[in-house]
């Protein structure tokens, strides 16, 4: 997250002149806890979804493909990484 502390509005100026500090606090300040259908669509902002095990399983094998293709020896990193080592990885024994 950028620190609005360290942005002036002499600073950043939008194309127009205005400055943008301010749009940059209303950003940092959104509120994420209300139901994504009532998003704004004028409003910049990024909703990032949970990331559960299956997610987590999904994005562990993308990895271990892309380190693999670059790798040496492509089919050790795939046996010994395999799928249920991957889907065996715990953030510190949390599901």
């Not at 127009?16 to 259908?37: K, N, Q, S, V």
């Not at 990895?63 to 953030?91: C, H, K, M, S």
Request: proline letters at 4%; zero cysteines; hydrophobic letters at 40%.
């Amino acid at each position: 997250m950028v620190s609005t502390s360290s942005i002036t509005s002499s600073s950043l100026r939008r194309a127009d002149g205005h400055p943008i500090a301010a749009a940059l606090g209303a950003a940092a300040r959104e509120d994420f806890t209300t139901d994504a259908r009532f998003d704004n669509p004028r409003v910049p902002q990024i909703r990032l979804q949970n990331f559960g095990i299956d997610r987590l399983v999904e994005v562990g094998t993308r990895v271990r493909e892309l380190f693999a293709d670059g790798a040496t020896d492509p089919d050790r990193v795939r046996r010994v990484v395999n799928d249920a080592y991957i889907r065996d990885l715990r953030w510190h024994g949390r599901d």
